[in-house]
Antibody, heavy 122, light 112 residues
Framework: EVQLLESGGGLVQPGGSLRTSCVVS????????MSWVRQAPGKGLEWVST????????YYAASVKGRFTISRDNSKNTLYLQMNSLRAEDTAVYYC???????????????WGQGTLVTVSS | QSALTQPASVSGSPGQSITISCTGT?????????VSWYQQHPGKAPKLMIY???NRPSGVSNRFSGSKSGNTASLTISGLQAEDEADYYC????????????FGGGTKLTVL
């Protein structure tokens, strides 16, 4: 059974930093491109970032480019999102999402985690 | 990249059929077959329902179907059931210069 388990969310002040993690089990993690998708309270889904299976290629939404960094440790089956210079508008549930074996070019996420809530407030 | 356009809400009675539209541009929805649909119940993670416009993952009911015409994709749910009440999101992407994944604003389906 494929499972994605996020952690690391919490309350942080504007301008602060936070790192979220996502541990993946049930699949050979290093074979799959991965993404972070967020959802502000009461709002829709917003793609944040994607990383290739090896970690060699990364992509970011314009709203987070230069502030957020996606990374992965394939030896630990873990995906990360380092968030710096956080703003109130970054408040959201952050989901990690897995691409199928064809990678990001397949255009869809076949598995999602349950999410971790990040709240940016003073 | 702007979000895809979906109706805010649709409703239907049990047993009826409904269709949710998703309008993009020739750069995303109209330019490829990479349109997917997700179902999200309150407080839950999104669940893949349709990929590549009209393909259903294993385990998804055949009451769910997808199609596309020009820049507009559609999700049809037939034989509505109470458990279909949820939010539905469409998604596509472009990769002309760099990857850009877009979602629709979401549609709240109410089963009357």
């Amino acid at each position: 059974e494929v499972q994605l388990l996020e952690s690391g969310g919490g309350l942080v002040q504007p301008g602060g930093s936070l790192r979220t993690s996502c541990v993946v089990s049930g699949v050979y993690f290093s074979n799959y491109d991965m993404s972070w998708v967020r959802q502000a309270p009461g709002k829709g889904l917003e793609w944040v970032s994607t990383i290739s299976e090896s970690g060699g290629r990364t992509y970011y939404a314009a709203s987070v480019k230069g502030r957020f960094t996606i990374s992965r440790d394939n030896s630990k089956n873990t995906l990360y999102l380092q968030m710096n210079s956080l703003r109130a508008e970054d408040t959201a549930v952050y989901y990690c999402a897995k691409y199928p074996s064809r990678g990001w070019s397949s255009g869809f996420f076949d598995y999602w985690g349950q999410g971790t809530l990040v709240t940016v407030s003073s | 990249q702007s979000a895809l356009t979906q109706p805010a809400s649709v409703s239907g009675s049990p047993g009826q059929s409904i269709t949710i539209s998703c309008t993009g541009t020739s750069s995303d929805v109209g330019g490829s077959n990479y349109v997917s649909w997700y179902q999200q119940h309150p407080g839950k993670a999104p669940k893949l329902m349709i990929y590549e416009v009209s393909n259903r993952p294993s385990g998804v009911s055949n009451r769910f179907s997808g199609s596309k015409s020009g820049n507009t994709a559609s999700l049809t749910i037939s034989g509505l059931q109470a458990e279909d009440e949820a939010d539905y999101y469409c998604s596509s992407y472009t990769s002309s210069t760099t990857l850009d994944v877009v979602f629709g604003g979401g549609t709240k389906l109410t089963v009357l």
